[in-house]
């Protein structure tokens, strides 16, 4: 099986790297912390905080290693061209033609998506529909049943 890539800015390989560093140098010495403690309390066959701590140590590594793959795969999107059109990277101010309201987006690769922060993932619904359109265009999305209808009104870089 082929290594899928991972597409993220600069900045989100950035942000994967210092996770990556924190879990590594601090969350895993928390938690062979915990396990030596575990240990001391002695019997380990009736022993939950021995269990619980296993399992974060399970978890921490499979988080770790998830990182470190998506680091070896990624690919930089290049943020800082000027296009006409909306693709990875782009900064896109969409118009709800419903609601009359307007919102801000970045879009990114699905790793680095976070709609709290503002960044889509191409590969959602909405990022989707305005991927390779221009400002002044409507879009359709759909949504379960239901269709919005956004206008792309600037495209930023």
Known sequence: MANKSVLLTEGGLNELREKLNYLKSVRRLEVADR???AIALGDLSENSEYDDAKNEQSFLEGEIAELEEKIRNAKIIDDNTDSDV????SKVVLKDLEFDETEEYKLVGSTEADPDK???SNESPVGAAITGKVAGEIVE???GENIIKYQIVEIKR
Do not use: T
């Not at 909306?86 to 990277?89: D, E, K, M, S």
């Open 86 to 89: 909306v693709n990875l990277g």
């Open 141 to 143: 999305v759909h949504v």
């Open 118 to 120: 503002g960044k889509i």
């Open 35 to 37: 396990l030596k403690a």
